[in-house]
């Protein structure tokens, strides 16, 4: 089947159909917001936490529940809409960039280190080691967290690498006897 008529019939489905499909979708989202609201109540109105922590839940809450409510609006009703293609393709520019910049020169270097410490502070509230920033300062801590970095690098380095290795078939030019 082709591709545009493909395109054509979906959309032709979507739109008939969209008072179906937003009902189900509400439906979902509603069973997911009531799920998502009882799991993180306790942390969002909890007493004893401070505003900062009840703060970042509150916010993250919020932003979940406008990006889910906001998808099928997005996936159908303007998927074929001109300002909707020109939206999508100057957003996959706009990261594209992005992550060309933040992958190129001192950059991955200096997101690797900070991905391995938040990584080790994480793994020591695991643990239930409350760490202190002072302790992130210290030169333990950054040995630590270069050497992991190090380590990493250099695994990825040789997983590019073996991509790029090529060992040609072995022939034996010694002469023969017999």
């Given amino acids: 089947m082709d591709v545009n008529n493909r395109k054509v019939r979906m959309y032709r489905f979507s739109y008939s159909h969209r008072r179906l499909i937003w009902l189900l979708w509400w439906g979902l989202f509603g069973s997911i917001l009531l799920f ?5 109540r306790t942390r969002i109105v909890a007493p004893h ?7 970042f839940y509150t916010s993250a809450t919020v932003a979940i529940l406008v990006l889910l409510a906001f ?4 996936l159908f009703s303007g998927m074929f809409d001109v300002r909707f293609r020109y939206v999508a393709w ?30 080790m502070l994480g793994i020591s509230r695991l643990k239930l080691h409350r760490w202190q920033w002072q302790e992130l ?16 690098s250099t695994l990825l380095w040789a997983y590019r690498a073996r991509k790029r290795m090529v060992i040609l078939p072995f022939m ?6 017999g």
């Avoid at 998502?36 to 993180?40: R, S, T």
């Avoid at 998808?71 to 997005?74: H, N, S, V, W």
């Avoid at 300062?137 to 190090?150: C, D, E, G, N």
């Fill in 137 to 152: 300062l210290t030169a333990t801590f950054a040995v630590r967290a270069v050497t992991v970095s190090v380590l990493i």
């Fill in 36 to 40: 998502y609201l009882a799991l993180l």
């Fill in 172 to 177: 034996s030019y010694a002469p023969t006897t």
């Fill in 90 to 119: 100057w957003t996959a520019r706009a990261a594209g960039v992005t992550r060309r910049w933040l992958l190129t020169g001192w950059r991955s270097a200096v997101l690797l280190l900070a991905g391995v410490a938040l990584a």
């Fill in 49 to 55: 936490a401070l505003w900062p922590t009840r703060l």
């Fill in 71 to 74: 998808t099928p609006l997005l």
